[in-house]
């Protein structure tokens, strides 16, 4: 089945930075729409940025902007989060999810049909 694997949580300062990866198997990534959310304790799972097929179109949710870049190689079967100025309001369990291109939204959990476990990031203050 799909496999979506985040990797490069950890913990980090606020100001600091960290670039989170994931990596695809088993769908034919190019076709995909990839997205990346976070959910902090007690709180609903929120959209952070998302990036279409080919790349050349990316969406952020307005608390990331200008602070967190997304990127994907489709080579590689890799979506990446590079994440700069952290705030400890960033704080949360983020995750990876696939959704097959052609869909209206990127914005919602409910558009997307693969997720990854999640990993941890922490920015202490």
């Known amino acids: 089945q799909v496999q979506l694997v985040e990797t490069g949580g950890g913990l980090v300062q606020a100001g600091g930075s960290l670039r989170l990866s994931c990596a695809a198997s088993?769908?034919?990534?190019?076709?995909?729409?990839m997205g990346w959310f976070r959910q902090a304790p007690g709180e609903e799972r929120e959209f952070v940025a998302a990036?279409?097929?080919?790349?050349?179109?990316?969406y952020y949710a307005d608390s990331v902007k200008r602070r967190f870049t997304i990127s994907r190689d489709n080579a590689k079967n890799t979506v990446n989060l590079q994440m700069n100025s952290l705030k400890p309001e960033d704080t949360a369990v983020y995750y990876c999810?696939?959704?097959?291109?052609?869909?209206?939204?990127?914005?919602?959990?409910?558009?997307?049909?693969?997720w990854g476990q999640g990993t941890q990031v922490t920015v202490s203050s």
């Open positions: 088993r769908l034919t990534f190019s076709l995909y729409t």
């Open positions: 999810a696939a959704q097959l291109t052609g869909g209206s939204s990127y914005y919602y959990t409910s558009d997307y049909k693969y």
């Open positions: 990036i279409s097929w080919s790349g050349s179109s990316t």
